[in-house]
């Protein structure tokens, strides 16, 4: 069974960093892309960043140059790196796969002004 588990959220101050992280398991990890997305109050999820089994990389105009996702195929986890953080990143953040088509359970990550 494919399972993700989300952690690293919290809250911060405008300007401050988050490392959210997200543990994989049931998959070849290694061969997958992952995705970052996040759910803003009232809005629909929306793509934050992904990362190709080989390692490129591609951000949201939203996020770019401030968030880096990275992963660590021994440990089978996928990073989000936020810094210079806004109150418009508030929301859960989920990591995902589509080929298997399954969410993690989401993390919340709230920005105070």
């Known amino acids: 069974q494919v399972r993700f588990v989300e952690s690293g959220g919290g809250l911060v101050q405008v300007g401050g960093s988050l490392r959210l992280s997200c543990a994989t398991s049931?998959?070849?990890?290694?061969?997958?892309?992952m995705e970052w997305h996040r759910q803003v109050p009232g809005n629909q999820r929306e793509w934050v960043a992904s990362?190709?089994?080989?390692?490129?990389?591609n951000y949201a105009d939203s996020v770019k140059g401030r968030f880096t996702i990275s992963k660590d195929n021994l440990k089978s986890t996928v990073y989000l790196q936020m810094n210079s953080l806004k109150p418009e990143d508030t929301g859960i953040y989920y990591c995902?796969?589509?080929?298997?088509?399954?969410w993690g359970q989401g993390t919340q990550v709230s920005v105070s002004s």
């Open positions: 995902y796969n589509s080929l298997y088509n399954v």
């Open positions: 049931g998959m070849t990890f290694r061969f997958r892309t």
């Open positions: 990362i190709s089994s080989r390692d490129n990389t």
